[in-house]
Structures are given as structure tokens and as C-alpha cells.
């Protein structure tokens, strides 16, 4: 039977036992009706992975016994950003998790002139329901991590994060020339950041100002791909050319 994984943010821990409560507690006990000395695993989305034992029930509190601690830090793996503008209906959900299984490290979603976005009265949607995507997305192919997902910011925004980035590539529609195979080998060093623009494409405005930051158009080809398709696209090529080494 498949030991379930847990992701819990921030691990509390008493008496050597690791206490977890709230609806951690409630879903354990409750749903997957973990009883003493039953096994129970937990991931903290920062590579590490704590196998336990059901020690005690105590109230709203649950008592973890660890038995052993993994770190998988993931280094190796390629560290990749996507700058994505948000895209209507489930469709984002559906890139969210498969990003996640392809090992992105980071979605930021971004905000270009001709993104459609789904307001809430009058506010931009919380990435909330995304951040669990990505919580449930990671236990399912066995991560360890789970990736970030920022709050929408418009496209200047990026800004904040461009230290961090040696390679910065922007998916273009209306590049010709340049592929992704002339920018992907085994010498790929560094965090890598994507660019990928809203289903009605890039305005040249943010094009020319994304090419002051230092960022490449690329082409995956002729065919013109949806906004969805295009990340996973990269990030699958990504993980063959440089984490499957």
C-alpha cells in the first residue's frame, strides 16, 4: 500500500515527537484514518522528506514519531523560473501541475498588455487554488520540493528576480531564427528563466523591453502553440537535455 505523503509548511515539535494539528491533523486521522503505530510521511517543500509513526492521538493533536529524515535537495536539477501570463478557466490549472511534475522551480505569473484575467469582484483571483496544485502535483510524482507560485505582478515586476537568472529565453512567435536547440547544451550552468506571452502574443513593446533585460527570443518551430503548451514544451526539453544526464 502506498505510504501517503504529507506536505506540512512548518513542523512543530514536542517532547522529540513532531506535533502536527489543524487540518494536517484533521486529514490524517480523519481521512486517511491513521491510527498508532501506522505509517504517515511528511514533506516539508524544502527537500526534505520525514518518515513517521503514529505515536499518539491526543485531542486536535496528532504525535508523529520520526524514524527517519531524507534530504533531496534536487541540485542537480535545473532550476527554472516561468514568467507565464494567467490564462482563463482550468487551463492554468492543468499548467500548473504539469510544470510542477516537469520540475519547475518557480511560476510567476505575469501580467502582459493582452492577458485575460478572471477578476473577483474587483481583485485578481489569489493563487491559492494553484500553491495546493502544486502541493498535491509534487506528492504525486514523488518530489520532494513544490514549487513556488508568486502573486500575479505586471510584466516590469520581473525585474526583481533578474539577478538571480544567467539564462533568460522569451518563447516568440515571431522568431524565425533562433531555437531553443541553439541555446540548449550540456554546458547549461545556473538558474534558467522562460518567458511565455498571453494568447494573444507579445506586443513589440514588451518584446524590445524584455530584449533590454537581456532576454532571447526563441522558436520551437513553425506551428504556433497556446500559452499552456508552450512551458511544458521547454520544460520538458530541459529535463532531458540537462536533469536526465
Not at 46 to 64: A, F, M, N, P, Q
Not at 84 to 110: F, H, N, Q, Y
Not at 127 to 154: D, L
Request: hydrophobic share 40%; with cysteine; net charge positive.
Amino acid at each position: 500500500m502506498e505510504t501517503r505523503r504529507i506536505f506540512v509548511d512548518k513542523l512543530k515539535m514536542k517532547n522529540g515527537m513532531v506535533v502536527v494539528t489543524g487540518p494536517y491533523q484533521k486529514y490524517i486521522v480523519t481521512v486517511l484514518r491513521k491510527d498508532v503505530g501506522e505509517r504517515v510521511d511528511l514533506i516539508d517543500g524544502k527537500g526534505y522528506l520525514y518518515r513517521c509513526v503514529v505515536s499518539g492521538i491526543k485531542g486536535k493533536e496528532l504525535y508523529l514519531q520520526v524514524v527517519d529524515v531524507v534530504h533531496h535537495p534536487e541540485e542537480k536539477r535545473a532550476k527554472v523560473t516561468l514568467f507565464v501570463s494567467p490564462i482563463k478557466g482550468p487551463r492554468m490549472d492543468w499548467l500548473v501541475e504539469k510544470a510542477t511534475e516537469l520540475g519547475v522551480d518557480r511560476i510567476v505569473p505575469t501580467l502582459f498588455k493582452r492577458t485575460v484575467i478572471k477578476m473577483d469582484n474587483g481583485h485578481m483571483v489569489k493563487p491559492e487554488r494553484w500553491r495546493k496544485i502544486c502541493i498535491e502535483a509534487s506528492r504525486q510524482c514523488g518530489r520532494f520540493s513544490v514549487p513556488e507560485v508568486t502573486e500575479p505582478i505586471p510584466l516590469r515586476g520581473i525585474l526583481s528576480y533578474m539577478d538571480r537568472f544567467k539564462h533568460r529565453w522569451l518563447l516568440y512567435e515571431k522568431e524565425r531564427k533562433q531555437t531553443i536547440r541553439d541555446v540548449m547544451n550540456p554546458q547549461v550552468k545556473g538558474e534558467i528563466c522562460v518567458a511565455v506571452g498571453p494568447e494573444g502574443g507579445f506586443e513589440e513593446g514588451e518584446v524590445a523591453w524584455l530584449e533590454e533585460q537581456n532576454f532571447m527570443p526563441l522558436t520551437l518551430g513553425e506551428n504556433i502553440l497556446r500559452t499552456e503548451t508552450t512551458p511544458l514544451v521547454v520544460l520538458s526539453i530541459i529535463f532531458y537535455e540537462l536533469n536526465m544526464r
